[in-house]
T-cell receptor, first 112, second 112 residues
């Protein structure tokens, strides 16, 4: 059972455009929602994370929007650049001693 | 740069061989994880540990085993490699389950 559903599977965006990746979850015990970025040949690395007490978090060109009632969260990449081309994973974790649950990933390509 | 190391980076091995994938971290993290990443990108948790002498099986059934004798070291062993074990294996560590997970660069295993 997929606990975190991520879409789309792949995304092509023009340079300068906005990239949007969505995730949905069912488990209301989740209270930590990170996004990871993975480049080819590398392990995933934390990009940005949010807790459910805020609806939005912004770090540079990257923003997480969180909708607790809808149990959805999304990553927005503003002014997308070719260097942003990578695979992005959303994840979630409940408090306590349970490992992160990852979405299936989105392969983003930013074209000039 | 994360202080978590995996060796070897690439391994080609024959069917039936015993192999051990090494993972070490110098951050003093109690939590360590092994993920299997398929060609479609998805990350599958196969083993995790919350500290010395603690090991748990993850969501994906795996014929591998792990040990955690030292905080910094979390090796994964396949007693008898099979072609179905061909995959990328990623090791990670974190201070808590709801804090940043640091990933190694992965071991790409091919069983022929």
């Amino acid at each position: 059972q997929q606990q975190v559903k991520q879409s789309p599977q792949s995304l092509i965006v023009q340079k300068g455009g906005i990239s949007i990746i969505n995730c949905a979850y069912e488990n209301t015990a989740f209270d930590y929602f990170p996004w990871y970025q993975q480049f080819p040949g590398k392990g995933p690395a934390l990009l940005i994370a949010i807790r459910p007490d805020v609806s939005e978090k912004k770090e540079g060109r990257f923003t997480i929007s969180f909708n607790k009632s809808a149990k959805q969260f999304s990553l927005h990449i503003m002014d997308s650049q070719p260097g942003d081309s990578a695979t992005y994973f959303c994840a979630a974790s409940p408090s306590g001693n349970t490992p992160l649950v990852f979405g299936k990933g989105t392969r983003l390509s930013v074209i000039a | 740069e994360a202080d978590i190391y995996q060796t070897p980076r690439y391994l080609v091995i024959g069917t039936g061989k015993k192999i051990t994938l090494e993972c070490s971290q110098t951050m003093g993290h109690d939590k360590m994880y092994w993920y299997q990443q398929d060609p479609g990108m998805e990350l599958h948790l196969i083993h995790y540990s919350y500290g010395v002498n603690s090991t748990e099986k993850g969501d994906l059934s795996s014929e591998s085993t792990v040990s955690r004798i030292r905080t910094e070291h979390f090796p994964l062993t396949l007693e008898s490699a099979r072609p179905s074990h061909t995959s990328q294996y990623l090791c990670a560590s974190s201070k808590t389950t709801w804090s940043e997970a640091f990933f190694g660069q992965g071991t790409r295993l091919t069983v022929v």
